[in-house]
T-cell receptor, first 116, second 115 residues
Framework: AQTVTQSQPEMSVQEAETVTLSCTYD???????LFWYKQPPSRQMILVIR??????QNATENRFSVNFQKAAKSFSLKISDSQLGDTAMYFC?????????????FGKGITLSVRP | DTGVSQDPRHKITKRGQNVTFRCDPI?????LYWYRQTLGQGPEFLTY????????KSRLLSDRFSAERPKGSFSTLEIQRTEQGDSAMYLC?????????????FGSGTRLTVV
């Protein structure tokens, strides 16, 4: 079974600064996908960024980038130039490539507050 | 395309009552998932459908829970004889089976409070 660990329950960052959210996971699979989802207060969860485990290159989406370390089973999210709208819960999630159901296994999440 | 819709947004019920939630996925999506999110936790998988077929149920889905997707479009999740431990956010998500590894589109959830 897969597990996803987000050990930091809360973080705070000043607007326009950079923040890194940590995530580690455990799996015996070789091929899989990793995701970061954002859940703003009382709003739906949206996909921030996705990484394919077989790709060495770290994924980037505008101000969001990841540091994927496959051997260390680490998948951190870096948010550059933080904005007030980045305030949300952030969930790290894992999906097996080979699984027919393609269910997501989530971490507990981290609450990010961006201060003006 | 209005995304994934869930109804109601909030539900307060007395212990022992039955409740039913509805999810309307994105119209062309053939896969539909239900997750449960309790306070301070990440979402946990409950069940999923491909078209109208329910293909997997988590052990979290006790016999008091039943889910349907009768025509492969909307889905309902019913909880019978609710318990306080059922209080949670129930999330629905949908996707296309051939692009599932790109992640899902989630709805805003139904928050259930059992008093």
């Amino acid at each position: 079974a897969q597990t996803v660990t987000q050990s930091q329950p809360e973080m705070s960052v000043q607007e326009a600064e950079t923040v890194t959210l940590s995530c580690t996971y455990d799996t015996s699979e070789n091929n899989y996908y990793l995701f970061w989802y954002k859940q703003p207060p009382s709003r739906q969860m949206i996909l921030v960024i996705r990484q394919e485990a077989y790709k060495q290159q770290n994924a980037t989406e505008n101000r969001f980038s990841v540091n994927f370390q496959k051997a260390a089973k680490s998948f951190s999210l870096k948010i550059s130039d933080s904005q007030l709208g980045d305030t949300a819960m952030y969930f790290c999630a894992f999906m097996k490539q080979s699984g027919a159901n393609s269910k997501l296994t989530f971490g507990k999440g981290i609450t990010l507050s961006v201060r003006p | 395309d209005t995304g994934v819709s869930q109804d109601p947004r909030h539900k307060i019920t007395k212990r022992g009552q039955n409740v039913t939630f509805r999810c309307d996925p994105i119209s062309e999506h053939n896969r539909l998932y239900w997750y449960r999110q309790t306070l301070g936790q990440g979402p946990e998988f409950l069940t999923y459908f491909q078209n109208e077929a329910q293909l997997e149920k988590s052990r979290l889905l006790s016999d008091r829970f039943s889910a349907e997707r009768p025509k492969g479009s909307f889905s309902t999740l019913e909880i019978q004889r609710t318990e306080q431990g059922d209080s949670a956010m129930y999330l629905c998500a949908s996707t296309l089976s051939y692009s599932v590894d790109y992640g899902y589109t989630f709805g805003s959830g139904t928050r259930l409070t059992v008093v």
